[in-house]
Every structure is written in C-alpha cells, then in structure tokens.
C-alpha cells in the first residue's frame, strides 16, 4: 500500500517548534491526505483517540491547538486555616519542632493532615529558618527493644548548665521515662532519683541499666538495688551506644525543652515535670520511637 508523503507548511513557527509538536502535524496532515485513521494511526504507531484529539484540537485552533495546555489549575484552594498556620508557628516557636515532627503533632494533636512541604511552605512565609540541630551521623546498628515493661530500665545523667544535672530513667519497652534535676551528681542524689523512679513508673523494674559512673557503683546504691530485687547491668566502658534510648531521648530534652525554657527560672524543676507528662502522655508514640534510636 503506498502513502502519500506529507509536505509541511514552510514558516518561520514551525521551525521554532519542538519535536513533539512537529509529529502532532505530521498526524494531522497525513491524516488530511489520507482520510483513513487506522492508517495513519498504524504508521504513525498512535491510538485513534490521540489522532482525534489533536486533530479536533488542530482544527479549532491551528497550530496553537498543538501546544500542550496547562494542567495547573486555576486556583487552588488550600486546606489550612488561618488557626492552623498559627498553630504551626507556635509548635516551632514555643517547642522548637522540625518540619517532620510539626507534621506529626498536628495530626495526634488537632487531627489535621499536613504535608512537610506544606508546612515548609508557612514557616518560610513566616521567615521560619531551618533548625540549627546537631545531626549525629554513626553506623547504623542492629535495633533491640524489651518486650516486656520494666525489664530493663536506661538510666543516665547530664549536666545542663553548672549546678544543674539532669537524672533521666527510660524503660526500654514502654519509652516511658522519668526526669528529675539535682545540683550534684552524687550516690546520695542517686539514691533520691530511684525512690522517684519506683514511685512514679506504673510497672515494676528487673534491670537497670547505666554507666560505669561513681554514682551508681557506689556502695548504697548496690545495697538498695540488691535490698529491691533489682538487677544491676553497666555498659561496656566508652560504649554510650548500648545506652542509646536514654542518650537518645536526652538530646531530645535538649532540643524541644531546654531550648525553649530559662535555665534560670526558679521554676525549672515544675517546667520539667510538665515536660515528662506531655513526653510521656501527650506525645506521639510515632516521635517518641523516632526520637529514642537504640542499638
């Protein structure tokens, strides 16, 4: 079967055409001298709804009917209130949250579905910059979590300015964890913060497990461990990787508490017991694995 070739149009517009555009007319015009679509539809290995299209297109609006339409739409209606963009802000502000975690929130909080990239779109409006976080980057390891609640607990201790140290318990299992600040890091305060811990942990404790530090070696702590039943388990020295929950979760006090509070106020330790309630509470399940990388 012989076809006849197609002669295109010589002007200036179709030698600024594209590709594409150039085979939409070589289409339309074979069609035109051949009259037959399964034809040109076989020769030109297209479907018969293609050759319809571009050829009603053609013939409506000549060679501008070729040109791809714009398939943005012409106004989009977004989903975010003005009440919602404020609440973005304040989770940034007052609790210095990334984009990921804000997203997170806003959905256990207030039930509202946000993109990332929706919520990188209001903090940059707002002048929002990024977070100046510290990324620790290590060698990824084979992840362990208890099955059950108390059966080992991380304990762990860090200063925050001097005069002020942070003693933090996490159960392996639950994350569930307890805080409480003191002015020295001594057996004596050690001895204090484990009445906290047995007080306030809703299950009862097997292990505990911690550094190799004085405080928790020291004679009157292994007594009152041995006189609860409780298994003592240190770390290997210089390993703080096998206490990675509890290291973990106290850069996480770092940055979305201690960030957002005066070290200084009188009021530090009741600020920080209602953090432990909205950590332990409040907070996402989702942000509280996250946020506890173990080993």
């Known amino acids: 079967m012989m076809v006849e070739s197609v002669v295109l149009p010589h002007s200036n517009i179709i030698n600024k055409m594209n590709n594409e555009i150039k085979k939409r007319l070589e289409w339309v015009k074979l069609y035109e001298s051949v009259g037959n679509a399964g034809i040109v539809c076989l020769r030109c290995r297209i479907t018969r709804p293609t050759l319809r299209k571009w050829f009603k297109r053609y013939q409506e609006s000549g060679i501008d009917g070729l040109f791809e339409l714009n398939r943005r739409p012409h106004k989009i209606h977004s989903k975010i209130t003005q009440e919602d963009e404020h609440r973005i802000l304040e989770l940034r502000t007052n609790r210095n949250l990334g984009h990921r975690s804000i997203a997170n929130e806003m959905k256990h909080l207030y039930r509202v579905s946000i993109s990332t990239a929706t919520v990188h779109k209001i903090l940059k409006k707002n002048n929002k910059q990024y977070l100046n976080l510290k990324r620790y980057y290590r060698k990824r390891h084979i992840r362990y979590n208890r ?39 001594t057996a004596t305060n050690t001895l204090k913060f484990l009445d906290t811990v ?55 006090d770092l940055d979305e508490f201690y960030s957002t509070v005066d070290i200084k106020d009188p009021d530090l330790p009741n600020l920080l017991s209602q953090w432990q309630f909205y950590y332990n509470w409040l907070r996402s399940l989702r942000l509280r694995n996250r946020a506890n990388t173990c080993v």
């Open 147 to 185: 099955q059950v609640p108390g059966d080992r607990v991380q304990m762990d201790i860090f200063k925050i300015a001097p005069g002020i140290y942070q003693y933090t318990a996490i159960d392996d299992c639950s994350r569930y964890k307890v805080l409480q600040l003191f002015s020295r890091r």
């Open 198 to 252: 047995l007080e306030q942990l809703p299950f009862a404790i097997q292990r505990i497990q911690t550094d190799r530090g004085k405080e928790f070696f020291a004679y009157s702590v292994q007594d009152r461990l041995m006189e609860w039943g409780i298994k003592f388990r240190p770390i290997k020295p210089g390993s703080p990787h096998l206490n990675g929950k509890v290291e973990r979760t106290q850069r996480t």
